[in-house]
């Protein structure tokens, strides 16, 4: 990988730019975003930081996640270009947050005691934001380095990793170690949620229905059958623990966390191997598929036969794999999950316009079809720059009609990037502001109860959005809330005021995306004040930048004057995953 | 899904006249179901209030009355479409709600009760001998026009005047944390008080004397019901599930959902047979015709 750059190299902008209805409008997200925040966090913490919620939590496993994650966009929407205010507002409730369920009881070491990584992943996705937003923060660094030293095998008190085995020892883990035997205790109040889906396994003995889950006797036989079956040993949903690691690789840069990352996913691709390409969704503690589910390779805990279904094993190797790149420079790790979408693809079938995959892997074999998800592509797609990726993103542009919903709203992107929907960039921050406003008004009228409020009610109520943020100014996906880091092309530092993000007034609209290049347009809607700012390869300084328009780079970053009123297109070419991946933020700004 | 509007369900009523048609109040606002859950439970209004106390006019089904949290009380002439605050409560957390007489009554946390005689556009206290305003239950007696009893913080008040006058009973269930009150639907007579921590009280003549249940309940008792089918059932919900009492109160048994840590309302629709026991609380709203035996869901299951 390349050296980090040395001098500085300018662009100057100085061509008159009325300012577009997309960067006016961008920047009066940026604005209604930073008083949202700060509405947000006084309205549902209290004074200490922690959450106003109820005098004692009796949730079992379930713990904090749901909390730090209604609060994760505070330090994205700084790292972005919004209020440092923010940042310092989300360090302040990650606090409060780390000692409330401290006292409940579910936190342990400021890390949650025992919890599954699909839950670990969506609290600590949160937690990755404030690497970028600060690097220097001393407590925070030092927290990375100890939650990934429960992973990692080098923590004796969370003896969580088998590095013989090369395996997680449980489903459940965290900083009390892996959980080898779970009780009914540990499913409350969760098991209220999960009557409203099918049951686990078909063979419980006795148990025919989902509200099985609600009856006390049969909530205990539920339980055993898993405990005995899904307790022990690893599972693919474990891969999402690969960017806790890769954060403290990016504080610190230890090897070790490197090694772990791709020896981890490594283990992963074996078995997969091993059992003619499918991912096997458990592995026994004796490193065995199978071992405590009747020899079968499904049936694992958010494995093929779970509810939502293989969707969890591909989302968990495409997190693991954007990591694996990050910390790599190679797009070999995507082979993973481009190899079971592309296993599942090859048992759809046409449904009218669209191609119906199963959902699911269980003894009837492939079922529950339903129209196919695309946002894997995407997803991929934006990593690997592979033909194959893109072959898929068109043809399901084509089988979708231009209508797309949740997750795959991704393709109205990819189709503003081909250079369709020219509307689009107006139209999705249009779509954010009304978000905004829509979670605005319950804000300003709450008036609910505390003690009746679930976990998941700040992640209801957090009006922060970033969507249409992060896809046009950075040219990133929304991060998939199940722990995911930032991944973009560009990055930007305000270099007048040492600050991650757009400078106040200057905004961003990444056009086109490709392998060796982006376009941006940047405009100062300031008309009486010049900007400079910093544009970075990659959130972590991944990506050699070679040129930015005319002017040669050759660095991770480089400086761009904007005169008052001015604005330009350039494009960006670059060498991806050229550099080491780092928090830190380029020297100038130091 | 399944739980009306997401959180625990503090409040449910029933339509007098169609069974499937059920009202939840939930931590997100109110919650109409047409289809006994089924139909996945859609919020119809006060987000963010958390309605906690639900009342539906018997003879004009559509106008219901919600007490609320900390915003007082909101009223519905639409069958829930529309909604507005009515009169001005000096407080306004409101945690009963009661009809008799053609009035309507509210009992709140610090404020004691209210009475509206004209569908709430305006209130007025009620609190004449009643030392205790902190009002967790108000029960009307369904014959005795303008008898109600308040459970508060301090033991169990009654009026036979509509409110006009409140009084204790120093030799019955006083000096004790009273969360809920039910009133025997074949005998008004009968009434039982949920108390904590001395458990269920049980008086056979309207409040004058009281018998303690021969097997306390050490749980946190928090919301009792009456099966109209068979009176001497006695269902009680607390911090560790539902009991059920066979003997009117004498002894107690558990009636499942050991794991609910918190049962805000039991609520009991006598037009099936057997009679349908409604829970409120923690996973939603749940339901069971066989006396806890099993209890089943009332949102639709995902495919």
Known sequence: ?590 | MGSPGGGETQAIALHPRDPLVIFAGAAKGLCKTVKGGLDNWPAVGLESLSPRALLVDTLSPDVIYAGTHESGVYRSADGGRTWKSTGTLSEPKVRAIAASGGAVYVGTDGGGVFRSRDGGLHWEEVNHGLIDKTVRALVADPRGRGVLYAGTWHGVYKSNDGGASWKANPEGVYDVDVTALAIDPTNSQILYAATNPRGVFRSTDGGATWRKSDQPLTEHLTSMAIDPHQPSHVYVGTRAGVFRSTDSAGTWHRAGLAWSNMSWTLVFDGRTNPATLYYGGVGGVLKTTNGGKWWDTTGPVRP
Request: net charge neutral.
């Open chain 1, 1 to 590: 990988m390349a050296a980090a750059p040395a001098l500085a190299t300018t662009v100057h902008i100085t061509e008159p730019r009325p300012a577009p209805a997309w960067a006016v409008l961008e920047r009066h997200l940026l604005t209604v975003l930073n008083r949202a925040g700060e509405k947000f966090v006084a309205t549902y913490t209290n004074p200490d930081g922690t959450l106003r919620w109820k005098e004692r939590y009796e949730g079992g496993m379930n713990s904090s996640d749901d909390s730090y994650e209604g609060f994760r966009h505070l330090s994205m929407v700084y790292v972005l270009g919004g209020d440092p205010q923010l940042d310092t507002r989300h360090r302040w409730v990650w606090e409060g947050i780390t000692r409330m369920f401290t006292r409940y009881g579910n936190i342990y070491r400021e890390f949650d005691s025992n919890w599954d990584w699909m839950h670990h992943g969506e609290g600590y996705t949160s937690f990755y934001t404030l690497g970028l937003a600060n690097p220097r923060d001393a407590k925070f660094r030092a927290r990375s380095e100890k939650f990934a030293r429960m992973f990692t095998g080098e923590d004796p008190e969370s003896p969580n990793y088998d590095p013989e085995r090369n395996i997680m020892r449980a489903v459940m883990n965290g900083s009390r170690g892996p959980k080898m035997e779970w009780t009914t205790r540990d499913w409350i109040p969760t098991n209220g949620n999960l009557t409203y889906y099918h049951l686990p396994y078909d063979d419980i003995p006795g148990v025919t229905k989902s509200a099985g889950w609600i009856n006390d006797e049969q909530f205990a036989v539920i339980v055993k059958t898993m405990s005995d079956r899904m307790a022990k040993g690893d599972v693919p949903i474990n891969l999402t623990a690969t960017p806790l690691i890769a954060d403290a690789y990016l504080y610190t840069g230890g090897g070790q966390y490197k090694r772990w990352v791709t020896r981890y996913i490594e283990g992963w691709e074996e078995r997969t191997r091993a059992n003619n390409g499918i991912t096997p969704d458990n592995v026994g503690l004796s490193g065995r598929v199978g071992e405590n589910m009747n020899g079968n390779w499904w049936g694992g805990y958010y494995g093929w036969r779970w509810p939502r279904g293989g969707i969890d094993v591909i989302r968990a190797e495409i997190t693991a794999a954007k990591v694996a790149q990050l910390l790599t420079g190679e797009a070999k790790w995507f082979d993973l999950p481009r190899s079971q979408v592309e296993l599942v693809r090859k048992q759809g079938r046409a449904e009218g316009r669209a191609l119906h995959v199963p959902q699911r892997y269980d003894q009837r074999g492939w079922n529950s079809w339903a129209p196919e998800p695309g946002y894997p592509y995407i997803r991929m797609w934006l990593h690997t720059f592979d033909h194959r990726e893109w072959r898929e993103i068109e043809r399901i542009i084509g089988e979708r009609g231009g209508r797309y919903s949740g997750p795959e709203q991704d393709f109205e992107w990819m189709e503003f990037l081909s250079g369709k929907r020219p509307d689009y960039p107006v139209r999705a921050l249009t779509r954010d502001l009304g978000f905004v406003q829509e979670k605005m008004h319950h804000i300003l009228n709450e008036h609910g109860d505390p003690e009746t409020w679930v976990d998941s009610k700040w992640s209801d109520a957090q009006p922060l959005a970033t969507d249409a943020l992060l896809r046009l100014t950075v040219g990133s996906v929304p991060i998939d809330v199940r722990g995911e880091m930032l991944h973009c092309s560009l990055r930007y530092f305000d270099a007048d005021r040492k600050r991650a993000g757009l400078p106040e007034g200057v905004a961003a609209l990444i056009t086109r995306i490709e392998r060796d290049a982006v376009d941006v347009e940047l405009v100062n809607t300031n008309l009486f004040e010049a900007r400079r700012m910093i544009v970075q390869g990659g959130a972590y300084g991944e990506h050699q930048i070679l040129k930015a328009g005319a002017v040669g780079v050759n660095a991770a970053w480089f400086e761009v004057r904007l005169e008052p009123g001015a604005g330009a297109k350039l494009t960006v070419s670059m060498k991806r995953y050229a550099n080491r991946p780092s928090y830190a933020w380029p020297k100038v700004l130091e």
